[in-house]
């Protein structure tokens, strides 16, 4: 069965203090690895999609990267904007429709 | 107009009640989404329109029926809720099938309480 494991639930950064967050992945196919950004009440905001083993995509302090196995997002200097969840999300080739999310890492970056 | 528009934002019902989430949008998108979220759990599928055709997860109850009016409408349909069901809807629509086109965007959910 298809499986999205996100790691650490939690996370609190100095500002400042570069980190990384895990999302590892069992899909049968993988058409495409999406990460989303969700203030609390409010709907995921769409960061990033990787579609292949070697990709990386950027935006301002935010990294995302891609093996056969899992994906990072690595968050350089953050701020304490930056403070959300993030979560991780995974398309499966066989079934377009679906999208299997992980429970997200909660990130708390104080000033 | 990139937006995913939700109403009602907030909703609080009784276990008798008949109510309705409405989602709208303008981006000509073929594929909208109903997703549920509890507190502090990923988004859960609920059901699925696209390109006109409706797919739903058998695991949710007969109490929330989908309806779509129009390829950007899509509407929620409660009755007879039970408190387990409070929770964040959150609506979404995606672009297409092809690739670039796959990611979800979504309103901002209608945060659901029922007493």
């Given at each position: 069965e298809d499986q999205v494991t996100q790691s650490p639930e939690a996370l609190r950064l100095q500002e400042g203090e570069s980190s990384s967050l895990n999302c590892s992945y069992t899909v049968s196919?993988?058409?495409?690895?999406?990460?989303?950004?969700?203030?609390?009440g409010k709907g995921p905001?769409?960061?990033?999609?990787?579609y292949s083993a070697g990709e990386e995509k950027e935006k301002e302090r935010l990294k995302a990267?891609?093996?056969?196995?899992?994906s990072f997002l690595h968050i350089t200097a953050p701020k304490p904007e930056d403070s959300a969840t993030y979560l991780c999300a995974v398309q499966d080739v066989y079934n377009f429709?679906?999208?299997y999310f992980g429970s997200g890492t909660k990130l708390n970056v104080k000033p | 107009d990139t937006e995913v528009?939700?109403?009602?934002?907030?909703?609080?019902?009784?276990?008798t009640n008949k109510k309705s989430l409405k989602c709208e949008q303008h981006m000509g998108h073929r594929a909208m989404y109903w997703y549920k979220q509890k507190a502090?759990?990923?988004?859960?599928?609920?059901?699925v329109y696209s390109y006109e055709k409706l797919s739903i997860?058998?695991?949710v109850p007969?109490?929330?029926?989908?309806?779509?009016?129009n390829s950007s409408l899509l509407n929620l349909h409660l009755h007879a809720l039970q408190p387990e069901d409070s929770a964040l809807y959150l609506c979404a629509s995606s672009q297409g099938r092809n690739r670039g086109e796959e990611k979800l965007f979504f309103g901002s959910g209608t945060q659901l309480s029922v007493l």
């Open positions: 196919g993988l058409r495409g690895l999406f990460w989303y950004r969700q203030d609390p905001e769409f960061l990033f999609t990787l990267t891609l093996t056969k196995k899992e429709n679906k999208f | 528009t939700q109403t009602p934002k907030h909703l609080v019902m009784g276990m502090k759990k990923p988004p859960e599928l609920m059901f997860n058998e695991s007969s109490r929330f029926s989908p309806e779509c009016p």
